[in-house]
């Protein structure tokens, strides 16, 4: 199965698939850090944005709000969600906005989306065009040489008289610049079992690389990865949240 048919097939069940997601703490945590270290305008846009969960906070935040996701279905959904936000269709490695922002998103590891260090690239640069002086540039990424491959934990719940299954988990064969997100879904509806699994392929890299993929475009903060507060990163940890402010 193609890396977007499963979101396409699927976009139903995607806010189900992310339940447990807190997005109201996770928009809050990057309201903090614009508020600290952006320019304090208002024009936000969220890559790869889903269903828009993230958006209907901005927007309750009194942001002017944009999203952009490469999946038309989970757009449509994400309009429901959100009438009052613009969105388009695209690929964020060729991001081509009309009018600048003043914060840009890509919340839950979906810069890894890009599937290269080339796509990745552009997608930076591309960011670094969409943003005004000063803008933020704000995402959180996984270093390739802590993933460890073990199964992700399961989550069940019922919903619409079927019952639900579903796991995920990073996997790194050690080398190289390519990694899956490996995504097993399971639904069972009068005793009937329909099982979806995908690998989805996203670009692998160290924070090092990533660090310096930035820098020719921003002046770059790691922070820990801990939406309750804003603390430094640690050179140990595998995940970290990711700030650029526009140079």
């Not at 890396?3 to 997601?21: E, H, P, Q, W």
């Not at 005004?132 to 993933?147: E, R």
């Not at 610049?177 to 996203?202: A, F, K």
């Amino acid at each position: 199965m193609p890396s977007t048919a499963l979101y396409t097939d699927l976009s139903g069940y995607y806010d189900l698939m992310c339940a447990d997601i807190n997005y109201q703490e996770q928009s809050a945590y990057v309201r903090r850090l614009h508020d600290l270290l952006g320019n304090k305008g208002k024009d936000y846009l969220d890559l790869a944005c889903g269903t828009g969960p993230h958006l209907r906070h901005f927007i309750d935040f009194g942001y002017t709000a944009t999203g952009v996701d490469i999946n038309q279905p989970m757009l449509d959904i994400a309009q429901l969600r959100c009438p009052e936000a613009q969105f388009t269709q695209q690929d964020m490695s060729h991001l081509n906005m009309v009018t600048q922002m003043d914060l840009i998103s890509c919340f839950l590891y979906s810069i890894h989306y890009n599937q290269s260090i080339a796509a990745l690239t552009e997608c930076i640069a591309s960011v670094h065009r969409a943003l005004k002086p000063g803008g933020l540039f704000c995402f959180n990424a996984v270093d390739k040489s802590t993933i460890d491959n073990r199964d992700g934990i399961k989550r069940q719940l019922t919903h619409d008289d079927s019952d639900f299954s579903f796991q995920s988990n990073w996997y790194y064969c050690g080398e190289g610049d390519l990694q899956q997100l490996q995504l097993s879904i399971e639904r069972t509806t009068n005793g009937i079992t329909e099982q979806w699994r995908d690998q989805h392929p996203m670009v692998a890299l160290t924070f090092a690389q990533l660090q310096q993929l930035l820098e020719p475009y921003f002046e770059v903060h790691i922070f820990a990865h801990d939406y309750q507060r804003i603390t430094p990163w640690e050179n140990s940890a595998g995940n970290a949240f990711f700030v650029g402010i526009k140079h």
